[in-house]
């Protein structure tokens, strides 16, 4: 009986590395969203925002120093698109989302001040955005 139900098991084919790309690709395309990349400074991530950017798979917003971003891509020999979205993460734009996040946690009792800190690190303020 085990061997029976093993056999009428429907298996779905296994796609190639390659392929899985080409899939996650083909749907990324079909529903654009935005990504925020909060490593601005890391050269890797400026080049995958230029690629999602050219491939038209997400609509990259980078954080960052506008000006080191551009020498980054520079130094790389990448065209930064003129639409691509670069953030600096100052003061300005994490008081944007503090009163957002102190929504979100004030069941943790998280102040704004609290918020603020939590803000200057990229990655949260990134996943806030």
Known sequence: ECILQRCTLQRQPRMSPAA???LLETLAMER?????LPEG???R??????VCHQRNIAKC?????????RRLAEVQDLILP????ILNPD?????QYADAMV???????LSKPMALAQLEDVSVLGTMM
């Open 20 to 22: 899985f790309m080409y």
């Open 82 to 85: 003129d639409d691509l979205e």
């Open 103 to 109: 929504e979100l946690r004030k069941h943790k009792g």
């Open 91 to 95: 003061k300005d734009l994490r008081l």
């Open 41 to 43: 400074d890391d050269p």
């Open 61 to 69: 917003t980078v954080l960052g120093d506008p000006s080191e971003v």
């Open 45 to 50: 991530i400026i080049k995958a925002a230029v």
């Open 32 to 36: 654009p969203k935005r990504i925020v």
